[in-house]
């Protein structure tokens, strides 16, 4: 008990409501993740906060089942019966068909670049915007000292860590696409910063400074990548062409 009680970690409760009190009235929420996904349900259907809200699993809208399910819970939720080859057609699909009836909010879907063109930061999700959205350093800033006030706490159990480390990232992955490799470069760091167990992230900033010019940095991630992954051979090829 000593060793396993998780009483004192509190970050995925906090993380959810955080979440859930930053969108607006009427929301319809797209997850792709089971760490976003699991303690929204808890918080939204066993707890009864924000009862208003709508949490749509994109992952598990390929099941009939589940598109007969959210049909009877949410019937006012437009669902398309196309056949998607990835998660992130298929939020840009149910976004398209809702926005104009709910505010529609997404976790980033980096895979599908037209998604990406109509979504702006809202916090740790990105709201969804009917026409083509041009990013502004407010927009920016404003996420950013959103994320910074909210993931000051340093001591996360191993899977709160993995969790806001790859949040982290893909939002450097966002913005890398979005808004040029400075800004993408600042996020992979504080990815790194919050789980440095993560061998993806040394890999993805080892590509950044090799893109940038910096061939001694991505040397350095590269390597360091490869000690937590040696058998990752797109990393090892990229080594030996720096």
């Not at 969108?23 to 993740?33: E, N, P, Q, T």
């Not at 390929?62 to 398309?80: A, C, F, M, T, V």
């Not at 899977?159 to 992979?188: C, M, Q, R, V, W």
């Not at 992230?201 to 940095?217: C, E, H, P």
Request: glycine share 4%; hydrophobic share 35%; proline share 4%.
């Amino acid at each position: 008990f000593d060793v396993c009680n998780k009483k004192s970690q509190i970050g995925a409760y906090n993380y959810a409501h955080q979440i859930l009190s930053s969108v607006r009235k009427d929301a319809l929420i797209l997850v792709g993740v089971d760490n976003t996904l699991t303690p929204l349900w808890y918080l939204n259907l066993s707890l009864g906060i924000r009862p208003d809200v709508k949490i749509l699993s994109i992952s598990a809208l390929s099941h009939q089942s589940y598109r007969e399910q959210i049909r009877q819970q949410y019937p006012q939720i437009k669902l398309s019966n196309l056949r998607y080859n990835n998660f992130g057609e298929m939020a840009y699909e149910v976004s398209q068909l809702n926005t104009d009836n709910f505010p529609v909010y997404s976790t980033p879907f980096s895979n599908h670049s037209q998604f990406l063109q109509h979504l702006r930061p809202a916090g740790y999700l990105f709201e969804f915007c009917p026409k083509r959205v041009i990013l502004t350093d407010k927009d920016i800033e404003k996420q950013k000292d959103f994320l910074k006030k909210n993931l000051k706490q340093k001591n996360f159990d191993l899977i709160t860590k993995e969790h806001f480390g790859n949040l982290i990232f893909n939002l450097g992955a966002f913005y890398d696409k979005k808004n040029g490799l400075a800004s993408s470069i600042e996020y992979f760091l504080w990815a790194l910063e919050i789980d440095p167990s993560n061998p993806r992230i040394y890999f993805q900033l080892g590509k950044a400074f090799l893109k940038n010019g910096d061939k001694t940095k991505a040397l350095d991630f590269f390597e360091a990548g490869l000690e937590l992954d040696p058998y990752n051979q797109e990393a090892k090829k990229l080594l030996e062409k720096t």
